[in-house]
């Protein structure tokens, strides 16, 4: 084998300073990794539908249930904010928006409307399935 | 290698030529493909969600009856195939970025590539199961 050659090394995340960018593209990872793992809670739903009644009443006591509830409503906010996250990566890919304040833009925009798609969703959500 | 070799509007470069699909062996087609499921399930989104929420606080009766429709069907078999591709490639970029000891890397490769193949056919048969109506 040949001997290793000491390179220098370029500095690692924690010389710089935190930017918005850089901390959602942290958090784009961070929820697509938990939407990968939530994949089981969509698979457990469609297997139950297909098993019969017995089996879905567990999917929806535990849907229904507090933590149940938490964990869907962070999905929710994981999909929404993972998907406008990705429109701005598509945005990026076709070559615009990479000025400073076009990029902060982009990037606040794909935080607030993630929050606000996810609210909106449960807000419809419980319009339309609370009184069934 | 002379300017003749390359034509004129190419963006590759002779290097590039040389290294031609690099260390991966297969290009860019992860990529792309990653774009492309990403807009499939971007325009996926607005129909799922309004599945999801014509089934809320529903019976497994109307549930099955609902999902077995074709239109219903099509919509979740393309946001379940999309999702399994999508999140599959995303999580090979991430175990590459981070995984560095060579065969926990393609091990964990590996069990990405079984449990989204996984979810794909599990959640594929069971919406075919209610489609079909057995």
Redesign the interface.
């Known amino acids: 084998m040949t001997a290793r050659i000491e390179r220098p090394l370029s500095p690692h995340i924690q010389v710089y300073r935190w930017t918005l960018t850089m901390v959602l593209s942290i958090v784009h990872r961070a929820t697509g990794i938990a939407l990968y793992v939530g994949t089981l809670l969509l698979v457990w739903w469609l297997v139950a539908a297909a098993s019969g009644p017995a089996a879905y009443a567990h999917v929806q006591a535990f849907a229904g249930s507090i933590i149940g509830r938490l964990i869907v409503f962070g999905y929710t906010w994981a999909l929404m904010h993972h998907m406008l996250s990705g429109i701005r990566h598509f945005v990026w890919d076709l070559g615009y928006g990479f000025k400073p304040n076009e990029r902060e833009a982009l990037t606040w925009a794909a935080l607030i409307g993630g929050i606000a798609l996810t609210v909106l969703v449960w807000i419809v959500a419980y319009a339309m399935g609370g009184g069934r | 290698m002379s300017a003749a070799d390359t034509p004129k509007r190419s963006m590759r470069t002779p290097l590039g030529r040389v290294r031609n699909l690099g260390a991966a062996h297969s290009g860019t087609s992860d990529f792309w493909r990653q774009?492309i499921t990403?807009?499939a399930?971007?325009l996926l989104?607005i129909p799922g969600?309004v599945i999801?929420?014509m089934l809320?606080?529903?019976?497994?009766?109307y549930?099955?009856q609902t999902?077995s429709s074709i239109p219903v069907a099509v919509i979740?078999l393309l946001f379940?195939l999309a999702?399994?591709w999508h999140?599959k490639i995303?999580?090979q970029v991430?175990i590459e970025d981070y995984v560095h000891n060579e065969k926990l890397k393609l091990t964990a490769v590996m069990l990405n590539n079984f449990f989204s193949f996984a979810?794909a056919l599990?959640?594929t048969?069971?919406?075919l199961?209610?489609a079909s109506g057995v």
């Open positions: 774009r990403g807009v399930l971007t989104m969600l999801i929420m809320l606080g529903r019976n497994q009766v549930a099955a999902l979740l379940i999702s399994a999140m995303g999580m991430v979810v599990a959640s048969y069971a919406i199961k209610l």
